[in-house]
């Protein structure tokens, strides 16, 4: 049987820069192949590969965040910040409409859910009939999920174009009436009742249990203050925050009806210390630790994310700014709901195959000092990598908008420092946790 002499080894060739970006079919080979094996390519040198399939972000911003009751927006619906943010970002990335095919928008408060003045909204800001729009609430992760769930949509080929959105009107719908009356079969069972346990009072018994002290909250409080005011001052917030123009406001004293602008998140306190904290009551516990100084204020706000995947921005000239890589969302204790960030930023960096220390920035939910602490001790994070322009202690938390201005922020600052690779999360009432790996480009 005679055999085929073996040919000679090939050459290597030095890579050139025509062989640094591997051609659009390779890369998809390159993108099925990982999916299919059961070892996927692990690391940041996987994660920062660019391929046709990959969701990306190629806009989003947010309004101003005002306080609730007292600030520039405590007489602006939640639809109207909505269309505000809408109409800011078909002018920012000069999309199509008619090629956005649907729109999730996180929000806690509102009757119904907002799913009607929602839709409402997108009409008014120029979507055409054709744009769907749906509302979803997980809390204070809703901003997110709605971002994820349009990521997703994008993923499984039902849609091209999404836009992930979150706002709330704390000022207009915050009160006893956002919690319904338990039944008595929900009273009955224990871990269902604890679901109703105010999450001030569960965060003192936390922070006591796991002994995180009063100095220790006041000091991260004061810190996210500091690092609020320092960024307005710089400027760092003008890649994300759109001023909205027009806004009625009724001088509470007067009662006269003003026209303003608000340019600003007007719940930063300039100068304040962690001994200018250490004056403030307690507010759910005698002799407790928490209090209106260390933990996310009661805010209003809106924020918007344009995703659609690689190929089709590209098709369309729109200019990438980041790309979705991955979520996860999980379960915790009732009673432990602040520890959330713990249990679900692990799981989110297992999927997108990177560790701790590889990511650049963390914008972690300051839902109170006291969790936020714990959650990044136990996490072994360097405090300068979470939220370095401030948080919501220091600029507000509208519930169902902060996971979507969190990838405005960390897009914003993974750009204005050259960095890359970001997490967003925060711990969720009930008992949850949620977060997302992030690339910039």
Request: aromatic residues 4%.
């Given at each position: 049987m005679s055999s085929r002499p073996s040919s000679p080894p090939l050459p290597l060739l030095p890579l050139s820069p025509s062989h640094t970006n591997p051609p659009p079919a390779q890369s998809r080979l390159t993108s099925i192949s990982s999916h299919l094996?059961?070892?996927?390519?692990?690391?940041?040198?996987?994660?920062?590969?660019?391929?046709?399939?990959?969701?990306?972000?190629?806009?989003?911003?947010?309004?101003?965040?005002?306080?609730g009751g007292k600030g520039g927006f405590k007489d602006t619906h939640?639809?109207?910040?909505?269309?505000?943010?809408?109409?800011?970002?078909?002018s920012s990335s000069a999309i199509d409409p008619n090629l956005v095919e649907d729109i999730a928008v996180g929000s806690v408060l509102p009757p119904g859910g907002g799913a009607t003045e929602f839709r409402a909204a997108a009409l008014v800001a120029g979507f055409p009939?054709?744009?769907?729009?749906?509302?979803?609430?997980?809390?204070?992760?809703?901003?997110?999920?709605?971002?994820?769930?349009?990521?997703?949509?994008?993923?499984?080929?039902?849609?091209?174009?999404?836009?992930g959105a979150g706002v709330e009107s704390m000022s207009l719908q915050y009160g006893p009436g956002a919690v319904s009356e338990f039944s008595e079969l929900l009273e009955g069972y224990g871990p269902a009742?604890?679901?109703?346990?105010?999450?001030?009072?569960?965060?003192?018994?936390?922070?006591?249990?796991?002994?995180?002290?009063?100095?220790?909250?006041?000091?991260?409080?004061?810190?996210?203050?500091?690092?609020?005011?320092?960024?307005?001052?710089?400027?760092k917030f003008q890649g994300e925050v759109v001023p909205m123009k027009g806004v009625k406001w009724v001088d509470p004293k007067s009662g006269e009806e003003k026209?303003?602008?608000?340019?600003?998140?007007?719940?930063?306190?300039?100068?304040?210390?962690?001994?200018?904290l250490g004056k403030i009551k307690p507010a759910f516990a005698k002799g407790g630790s928490i209090h209106a100084g260390n933990a996310s204020q009661v805010s209003d706000g809106a924020a918007a994310v344009l995703l659609m995947k690689r190929s089709t921005a590209e098709r369309l000239g729109q200019k990438?700014?980041?790309?979705?890589?991955?979520?996860?969302?999980?379960?915790?204790?009732?009673?432990?709901?602040?520890?959330?960030?713990?249990?679900?930023?692990?799981?989110?960096?297992?999927?997108?195959?990177?560790k701790i220390e590889e990511v650049d920035i963390y914008e972690i939910n300051e839902a109170f000092a006291s969790q936020c602490v714990w959650?990044?001790?136990?996490?072994?994070?360097?405090?300068?990598?979470?939220?370095?322009?401030?948080?919501?202690?220091?600029?507000?938390?509208?519930?169902?908008?902060?996971?979507?201005?969190?990838?405005?922020?960390?897009?914003n600052e993974l750009g204005r420092t050259g960095k890359r690779v970001g997490v967003t999360s925060m711990c969720v009432g009930t008992g949850m946790g949620m977060a997302a790996l992030w690339v910039k480009e």
């Open positions: 094996s059961p070892y996927p390519p692990r690391g940041i040198s996987t994660l920062i590969t660019k391929s046709p399939d990959d969701v990306v972000i190629t806009s989003c911003l947010r309004t101003p965040f005002t306080k939640a639809s109207d910040l909505l269309h505000h943010a809408f109409k800011s970002l078909l009939a054709t744009t769907a729009v749906k509302a979803l609430n997980r809390q204070c992760s809703s901003g997110l999920q709605a971002c994820v769930d349009i990521a997703n949509a994008i993923k499984a080929g039902m849609i091209e174009v999404g836009v009742a604890e679901c109703k346990v105010p999450m001030g009072v569960l965060s003192e018994d936390m922070a006591r249990d796991r002994g995180v002290g009063r100095e220790v909250q006041d000091e991260f409080a004061a810190k996210s203050f500091q690092k609020a005011e320092k960024a307005w001052k710089e400027g026209i303003i602008t608000v340019d600003r998140d007007d719940g930063v306190r300039p100068g304040m210390t962690a001994e200018g990438i700014v980041g790309k979705f890589v991955c979520a996860s969302v999980v379960g915790v204790e009732p009673l432990l709901m602040g520890i959330g960030p713990w249990k679900a930023i692990p799981v989110c960096l297992e999927k997108g195959g990177i959650c990044i001790k136990e996490l072994g994070i360097p405090e300068e990598k979470v939220n370095p322009n401030g948080g919501a202690i220091a600029f507000g938390h509208p519930l169902g908008c902060t996971g979507a201005r969190q990838v405005a922020t960390l897009m």
